[in-house]
């Protein structure tokens, strides 16, 4: 098992509505990453945490999506409404700080209906 | 441009034998850092083995080897005596720049080991 956690591990839900995702990373890492992985394609980039602060966002579509972090330890991702071009692995990574080798949570895997 | 390109889509290697991922890269910073990782079936990511820019030396890590040819942004994982545990997704990626705020990964090779 991941020693960075998520939660839930599958999620299905009908588009328009919330769904949220939970990350508690490796104890005394400093950087947070969420990605999202389309099947058959590399995972992509959507928010870093340095601490509780974002460093990137660049990737996120704000409109629907967004993530805190806010006391620096564990992190939620958001999406509301939900579409169906949704639908992904959403993965959860840390590292010590931004250059080290980031460890990944087992993900979850996201139906929109 | 893609940042990270893998042009395997599939790879088959016989158990025991070595295998070649390919991996070339895009940028203009001096500074970057490039990874390897390991996705099996069941979808978590496994770090596998890092390069640095600055490192004078190939990356390895037990059965696994980075070719690492900087003129020609190339960053090839080399594994040796393939085992049927192998069987997986690879996926190349990189950290750009100093302080790494941007990290890009390839569409992956998927590998099978054959008994």
């Known amino acids: 098992e991941a020693e960075v956690a998520q939660s839930p591990r599958y999620k299905i839900t009908e588009k328009s509505q919330a769904v949220a995702f939970w990350c508690d990373p490796i104890?005394?890492?400093?950087?947070l990453y969420w990605y999202r992985q389309i099947l058959g394609q590399g995972p992509e980039l959507l928010v870093q945490?340095?601490?509780?602060?974002?460093?990137?966002d660049s990737q996120l579509p704000k409109d629907r999506f967004s993530a805190e972090r806010l006391k620096g330890v564990d992190s939620t991702l958001k999406i509301q409404p939900a579409e169906l071009g949704d639908s992904a692995m959403y993965l959860c990574?840390?590292?010590?700080?931004?250059?080290?080798?980031?460890?990944f949570g087992d993900g979850t895997r996201l139906s929109i209906l | 441009a893609q940042k990270i390109t893998q042009t395997q889509p599939g790879m088959f290697v016989q158990e025991k034998e070595a295998v070649t991922l390919d991996c070339t890269y895009d940028t203009s910073d001096p500074s970057y850092g490039l990874f390897w990782y390991k996705q099996p079936s069941s979808g978590e990511m496994i770090f596998l083995i890092y390069?640095?820019?600055?490192?004078?030396q190939n990356a390895t890590e037990g059965r696994y080897s980075l070719n690492f040819q900087k003129a020609r942004k190339s960053a090839n994982l080399v594994i040796s005596a393939s085992q049927l545990g192998d069987s997986a997704m690879y996926f190349c990626a990189m950290r750009e720049g100093g302080t790494g705020n941007q990290f890009y990964f390839g569409t992956g090779t998927s590998l099978t080991v054959i008994p």
């Open positions: 990574a840390s590292s010590l700080y931004r250059a080290q080798p980031q460890h």
């Open positions: 945490f340095q601490d509780e602060s974002v460093v990137d």
């Open positions: 104890s005394g890492h400093a950087t």
């Open positions: 390069q640095g820019s600055y490192d004078q």
